[in-house]
């Protein structure tokens, strides 16, 4: 039984590596010929498993195979858009100008469920805020709505305002992330000092800290309690 | 794309690396149960129950060595009917069963010639 638990270990371990190298997170990420690879992948990789007399290689060269089958089709799709267009298809306009496109929606077998169900999904529960919708290649829905209904922004407003860049997540479950600590323009003593004056002690205490572009340092331990945000006026 | 390239052209590398050794053994290791069949034939024939004995035995242990190997890229399933035909011989030596002598030694050369054709680049395994 050992043996069939080792193989059940080695063919995950090569499944989940080949889906790592095919370079996605989620499956909703996924084109549709990346998905069937998927999907064969999970397939092939059970077979030697449930089965002790199919030799472990059969699992694994074809996992290969299909590894270098994405890599030509990925490949191929950067290069041209003819086969860009055959695997991946083309994004459809299903709404355009506020009106559904029938026959659009009809060619790409999509119902007006499916669209209702999918704006709900985006917060736009009224249909008629909505000036255009695109329906991606990937099966998800892209919603722009109508500039009156847009959500205001500081330029509408005429209001200045700087940017503030993206946060650094300067430490995760009681490690110090050195490479995003050094993006902020900060070390470790600096980051310790900082804690310091929250009242943490250790720094394998903290569950997550972060800094933002305003040097607002957001800090939660890993006991149950209301994390503390502190400026910290930007001192190095 | 460059890092789905890369990996395809190690994958590849990979998969002709391993059909070059697995084929090969495979192809060889069928060869040499092919001849060793046909030597214990040619003993069956001029009676020579003896030797025919000494064959099977030696076959069954050059077999057993064989087996580790090709347990890596061969089903189960035909390395262990190869065993179970060698066996079959040698008990139908030992018993005098003429019917079950030459059965045993048919089937083992339908065993070794799977074992040899098996994952050739043949149109009938393709299909």
Known sequence: MLTVFIRVVVLYAFSVLAMRLMGKRQVGQLQPYELVLALMVAEIAAAPMENM????????????????LHGICTALAFKSMRVRRLLFGIPGVVIRDGRMDIAQMQRMGYTVTDLMEELRGQGYADISQIQTAILETKGRLSAFPKTIHAPLTAEDMHMEKKETGMPHLLVMDGRVQEKHLQESGHNEAWLEGQLKKMGVQKMRDVLLASLNGENILYVQQKKNEMPHIMPTGGDA | MRQAVWVAVVSMAAILLLSWYADGARR??????IERRHAMLEQVKHNDMEKAME???????WWRE??????????HELTDAVGDWLTQILLAIEADREYELYA????LENAARRLHEQDAFLLKNIL
């Open chain 2, 66 to 75: 064989k087996e580790e190997t090709l347990a890596l890229f061969t089903h």
């Open chain 1, 53 to 68: 007399g199919t030799p472990l290689l059969y699992g694994l060269v074809p996992i290969l195979g299909l590894l270098v």
């Open chain 2, 28 to 33: 060889n290791i069928g060869f040499e149960l």
């Open chain 2, 104 to 107: 045993g030694l048919e089937g």
């Open chain 2, 55 to 61: 064959s099977v035995m030696d076959a069954e242990k």
